[in-house]
């Protein structure tokens, strides 16, 4: 039988921290696919005149929800 690597972690506490260093990569993760997302639906939205709309109905949300999402993550 193999021995097991040392990496694993041996207790509450160091399990505890490596959630949290894998939760923040995660979370960083997230932030950086939900900015990166929005500053395209701008782009798209400024296409042509009408735009804005037309991304909202392929989103399925309000016209609104579209300009304060891109506001938010472009700004």
Same mark, same amino acid.
């Given at each position: 039988?193999?021995? +097991?690597? &040392? *990496?694993?972690?041996?207790? /509450?506490? @160091?399990?505890? /921290? #490596?959630?949290?260093?894998? !939760?923040?990569? $995660? @979370? #960083?993760?997230? *932030?950086? =696919? &939900?900015?990166?997302?929005?500053? +395209?639906?701008?782009?798209?939205?400024k296409?042509? +005149?009408? /735009?804005q !709309? @037309?991304? /909202? =109905? =392929?989103?399925?949300?309000? +016209? @609104? #929800?579209?300009y304060?999402?891109? $506001?938010?993550?472009? #700004?």
């Open positions: 039988m193999t021995p +097991r690597p &040392e *990496a694993q972690p041996n207790t /509450a506490e @160091d399990l505890k /921290a #490596a959630v949290q260093v894998a !939760k923040s990569v $995660r @979370d #960083a993760a997230v *932030a950086a =696919a &939900e900015t990166a997302f929005w500053q +395209r639906m701008g782009e798209l939205s296409s042509y +005149r009408g /735009a !709309k @037309d991304v /909202a =109905a =392929a989103l399925n949300v309000e +016209r @609104d #929800a579209v304060k999402n891109v $506001r938010k993550y472009t #700004a």
